[in-house]
């Protein structure tokens, strides 16, 4: 299907030459982990001697995990005691050139004054070989991949209008706050979830509950009180 039969597509684009050889963005439902995969629906509460529901059965937490697009790291990633290595066989850049490494970095002084600041830390950055353009009007969401609390990383978030540039590659500045972590991350671990958001003005508006908002709010809390899976089946969309 093209891009004008389906205008909401994102497109990925990369050198001719790394076609086929990068791993490749993904749905993000296609990349739930296998932690989750294999983590029960329910368990045994013991502090109210009950068996609930887990987060497996949370519509809102796996609508997050599931939402937009994942970018992959490009190569096997070895880390060892706070040093980074890596062997990558990428061809040579063609016409366009481009970073054959998976990892650069920040220096520390460009997150001075924020909680991100440690003075004998950088910041590193995965380099991302994919280009992305999005539909007229909208931007993109960059951040964490959702619920990835596994991850040693913690990807930041940024907002791009990736409808108007797309010709030039996105990295994605992460803080890497597992200090204790060795072993190897492997290619194709999700470094950054993408989420399309359409560009409009917002106004903010506050209320009190009218009578009629109150006994929908009471209604609402006593079902939900009373059994499970009301979300899901009535409003999730």
Same mark, same amino acid.
């Given at each position: 299907?093209?891009?004008?039969?389906?205008?909401?597509?994102?497109?990925?684009?990369? =050198?001719?030459?790394?076609?086929?050889?990068?791993?490749?963005?993904?749905?993000?439902?296609?990349?739930?982990? $296998?932690? !989750?995969?294999?983590?029960?629906?329910?368990?045994?509460?013991?502090?109210?001697?009950?068996?609930?529901?887990?987060?497996? %059965?949370?519509? =809102?937490?796996?609508?997050?995990?599931?939402?937009?697009?994942?970018?992959?790291? &490009?190569?096997?990633?070895?880390?060892?005691?706070?040093?980074?290595?890596?062997?990558? $066989?990428?061809?040579?850049?063609?016409?366009?050139?481009?970073? %054959?490494?998976?990892?650069?970095?920040?220096?520390?002084?460009?997150?001075?004054?924020?909680?991100?600041?440690?003075?004998?830390?950088?910041?590193?950055?995965?380099?991302?070989?994919? @280009? &992305?353009?999005? =539909?007229?009007?909208?931007?993109?969401?960059?951040?964490?991949?959702?619920?990835? !609390?596994?991850?040693?990383?913690?990807?930041? @978030?940024?907002?791009?209008?990736?409808? %108007?540039?797309?010709?030039?590659? &996105?990295? !994605? =500045?992460?803080?890497?706050?597992?200090?204790?972590?060795?072993?190897?991350?492997?290619?194709?671990?999700?470094?950054?979830?993408?989420?399309?958001?359409?560009?409009?003005?917002?106004?903010?508006?506050?209320?009190? !509950?009218?009578?009629?908002?109150?006994?929908?709010?009471? $209604?609402?809390?006593?079902?939900?009180?009373?059994?499970?899976?009301?979300?899901?089946?009535?409003?999730?969309?």
């Amino acid at each position: 299907m093209s891009r004008q039969d389906n205008p909401m597509t994102l497109t990925f684009r990369c =050198p001719a030459e790394l076609e086929g050889i990068l791993p490749l963005p993904v749905p993000a439902m296609l990349g739930l982990p $296998d932690w !989750f995969k294999s983590m029960p629906s329910q368990a045994y509460n013991p502090v109210n001697a009950v068996t609930g529901d887990t987060v497996k %059965r949370c519509p =809102p937490f796996i609508d997050a995990m599931t939402a937009g697009f994942l970018l992959p790291l &490009i190569c096997d990633v070895r880390v060892e005691n706070g040093e980074f290595s890596w062997d990558n $066989d990428l061809p040579p850049g063609g016409t366009v050139n481009f970073s %054959r490494s998976p990892i650069a970095f920040h220096d520390a002084s460009q997150a001075v004054g924020t909680p991100l600041f440690e003075d004998d830390r950088f910041i590193i950055k995965f380099n991302n070989l994919w @280009t &992305i353009q999005a =539909p007229e009007g909208y931007s993109l969401l960059f951040t964490h991949p959702a619920n990835r !609390f596994d991850l040693p990383f913690t990807t930041l @978030t940024g907002l791009v209008d990736c409808d %108007r540039y797309y010709d030039n590659w &996105i990295h !994605f =500045p992460a803080r890497w706050h597992d200090v204790n972590f060795n072993g190897v991350l492997p290619k194709g671990t999700p470094v950054a979830q993408c989420v399309p958001v359409k560009r409009e003005s917002w106004t903010l508006q506050t209320a009190a !509950f009218t009578p009629e908002e109150t006994q929908r709010a009471h $209604d609402l809390s006593s079902a939900i009180y009373r059994e499970t899976g009301i979300y899901r089946r009535q409003f999730r969309a």
